[in-house]
C-alpha cells in the first residue's frame, strides 16, 4: 500500500508529483511479477536486437520487406522500455510516483510509439500487396527511397502529431487526488484528472483514431482483400501455399497487435480501472513486442535460413 506519498484534495491543483498505484494491492506478489516481468522484458529487448542484427548482417534479407521488420524490431524496443522499466523500479519500492515532467514524457513515448506501429505494419501490408499483385515492378515501385519515405513518414507523422497532444494535455493541469489507478501515464486516466473542459482533446483524439489507427487497419485489409483475390486465381496449391507463407508472420503480427488494442481500449469498461483491466493493459503492451520476433524466426523460412547459416559460420569460424 503506498503511505507517505502526499494525497491531494479533490479542488487541489497538482504540481509536483503523480502516483501510479498500478499493482500495489498485491502487496508481497509484487516481487514475483517484478520476476515475470523482467525475464519478459530481457527476452524482448534480446529477441529484437537480435533480429535487428541478423538482418543487417545478412545480404539476402537486404530487402523491403525487412527493411520494416527492423524499423518495427527498433519499434517495440523503444515501446516496451517507454514504460517497463518503471514498472520494474515501481514494483521494488513503496512510494510509486512519477514526476509531471516524467509522466509527460511516458505518455508521449507510449503514444509515439503505438501510432507509428500502426502506421509501419500498413507500410508492411503495402510491400506484401505490391511484390504479389505487382511483382514486375516490385523493385522499381518499392525502392530504398520509398522505403525510407514510408518509414521517415510513419515516425514523423507520429512524433509531430503526439507532440501537439501531449502538450495540450499536460496544458490543462491537473486537480485532485494525484494517484493514477494505473501502471503508467496513459491518456485516459490523465485526462479524467484535467482541470479544464477536455471534450475538445477527445475530438481530437477520435481524429487521431480515426486517421492513424483505423485508416491504416483498413489499408491492411484493402491489401490483404487484392492477396487473397490473386492467390485464389493461382492454379497451383504450391504456388498458393509459397506465397501465403510470405505474409503469415505480417498477419500473425498485425492480428496480435490490433486484437490487443482492441481489447485494451475497445471493449466496455467501468467508470474505475479494475485489478482485470490492469492486467490486460500490461498483456497489451508486452506480449506483442514480446512474441513478435519469435513469430518473424519461426514462420518465415528466410529468417531461419540466415540464423541457420549464421550459426554454422560461428561454429566454423571457432572450430579452426
Not at 487473397?228 to 492454379?235: E, G, H, Q
Not at 510470405?246 to 480501472?273: N, Q, R
Request: neutral net charge; proline residues 3%.
Amino acid at each position: 500500500m503506498i503511505h507517505s506519498a502526499q494525497v491531494h484534495n479533490e479542488n487541489e491543483t497538482i504540481s509536483d508529483v503523480l502516483i501510479l498505484v498500478g499493482f500495489s494491492y498485491l502487496n508481497k506478489l509484487q516481487i514475483l511479477l517484478f520476476l515475470v516481468l523482467l525475464v519478459i522484458y530481457l527476452a524482448t529487448l534480446t529477441g529484437n536486437v537480435l533480429v535487428i542484427l541478423l538482418i543487417k548482417i545478412t545480404s539476402s534479407l537486404h530487402t523491403p520487406m525487412y527493411f520494416f521488420l527492423v524499423n518495427l524490431s527498433f519499434l517495440e524496443i523503444c515501446f516496451i522500455s517507454s514504460m517497463v522499466p518503471q514498472l520494474l523500479g515501481h514494483l521494488l519500492v513503496e512510494e510509486k510516483t512519477i514526476s509531471i515532467a516524467g509522466c509527460a514524457a511516458q505518455m508521449y513515448f507510449t503514444n509515439v510509439t503505438g501510432l507509428t506501429e500502426c502506421c509501419l505494419l500498413a507500410a508492411m501490408a503495402y510491400d506484401r500487396y505490391v511484390a504479389i499483385c505487382h511483382p514486375l515492378h516490385y523493385t522499381t515501385i518499392m525502392s530504398s527511397q520509398v522505403c525510407a519515405l514510408l518509414a521517415g513518414a510513419s515516425w514523423f507523422i507520429s512524433i509531430s502529431e503526439e507532440l501537439a497532444h501531449t502538450s495540450w494535455i499536460f496544458s490543462l493541469g491537473f486537480c485532485g487526488s494525484n494517484q493514477i489507478h494505473h501502471f503508467f501515464c496513459d491518456t485516459p486516466p490523465l485526462l479524467k484528472m484535467a482541470c479544464a473542459d477536455t471534450s475538445q482533446i477527445n475530438i481530437l483524439r477520435l481524429i487521431v483514431t480515426v486517421l492513424f489507427v483505423l485508416s491504416p487497419f483498413l489499408l491492411i485489409l484493402l491489401s490483404y482483400i487484392c492477396i487473397i483475390s490473386i492467390i485464389l486465381k493461382m492454379p497451383s496449391k504450391e504456388g498458393r501455399h509459397k506465397i501465403f507463407s510470405t505474409c503469415s508472420s505480417h498477419l500473425m503480427v498485425v492480428t496480435l497487435f490490433y486484437g490487443t488494442a482492441l481489447i485494451t481500449y475497445l471493449v466496455p469498461k467501468s467508470s474505475s480501472t479494475t485489478d482485470s483491466d490492469l492486467f490486460i493493459s500490461l498483456l497489451n503492451r508486452i506480449v506483442s513486442p514480446m512474441l513478435n520476433p519469435i513469430i518473424y524466426t519461426l514462420r518465415n523460412k528466410e529468417v531461419k535460413g540466415a540464423w541457420k547459416n549464421t550459426l554454422k559460420k560461428s561454429i566454423f569460424s571457432h572450430s579452426q
